[in-house]
T-cell receptor
Framework: DAGVTQSPTHLIKTRGQQVTLRCSPK?????VSWYQQALGQGPQFIFQ???????QRGNFPDRFSGHQFPNYSSELNVNALLLGDSALYLC????????????FGPGTRLTVT | GQSLEQPSEVTAVEGAIVQINCTYQ??????LSWYQQHDGGAPTFLSY????GLEETGRFSSFLSRSDSYGYLLLQELQMKDSASYFC??????????FGKGTRLHILP
């Protein structure tokens, strides 16, 4: 049973560019959340997707957008990249039976130069 | 606003017991979770408390006092592999899970 997978593992982009990160949830999970984790900090909630809709959103600008597909996989898009967007981006999934236990993927390390 | 406070670093000796505290302030509250994260790894779920009291899972226990907005994670029989960062996280009613900044646990042989 595959856990949460994310791609790519690492990514280097230039300021002003756009990036798309991908996530496949754990089998049987239908809710996907995205987090940004700066070095030495805790994960910060970006948004959550359920039934292909954004259910909740944290304090992130509109440059951060997402999508969930019918197979529950999800994408995170960031436009007009800033140096401050450099971070580890984590995807987490959970199922209906457990509203609090999230399974995290290994993350995508984004570096903006 | 919503915030969590936990110590930035804790040091303990292998085989000993260590407690990592967490205080929180949030509008609406469902429960308190704990996650472990090794360097370069993903956070992994350890425990969840929705009600006051102690929850035990093997060497790890977690406690919650809703009236004090306080919880802690207790790690017993410390092993070197327990060296990691530990995050408390609150689940508010709007489901926007908030993580603390993490406690770095150093274990000495």
């Amino acid at each position: 049973d595959a856990g949460v997978t994310q791609s790519p593992t690492h990514l280097i982009k230039t300021r002003g560019q756009q990036v798309t990160l991908r996530c496949s949830p754990k089998s049987g999970h239908d809710t996907v959340s995205w987090y940004q984790q700066a070095l030495g900090q805790g994960p910060q909630f970006i948004f959550q997707y359920y039934e292909e809709e954004e259910r909740q959103r944290g304090n992130f600008p509109d440059r951060f957008s997402g999508h969930q597909f019918p197979n529950y996989s999800s994408e995170l898009n960031v436009n007009a990249l800033l140096l401050g967007d450099s971070a580890l981006y984590l995807c987490a999934s959970r199922g209906f039976e457990s509203s609090y236990e999230q399974y995290f993927g290994p993350g995508t390390r984004l570096t903006v130069t | 606003g919503q915030s969590l406070e936990q110590p930035s670093e804790v040091t303990a000796v292998e085989g000993a017991i260590v407690q990592i505290n967490c205080t929180y302030q949030t509008s609406g509250f469902y429960g308190l979770s704990w996650y472990q994260q090794h360097d370069g790894g993903a956070p992994t779920f350890l425990s969840y408390n929705a009600l006051d009291g102690l929850e035990e899972t093997g060497r790890f226990s977690s406690f919650l006092s809703r009236s004090d907005s306080y919880g802690y994670l207790l790690l017993q029989e410390l092993q070197m592999k327990d060296s990691a960062s530990y995050f408390c996280a609150v689940s508010p009613r709007d489901d926007k899970i908030i993580f603390g900044k993490g406690t770095r646990l150093h274990i000495l042989p």
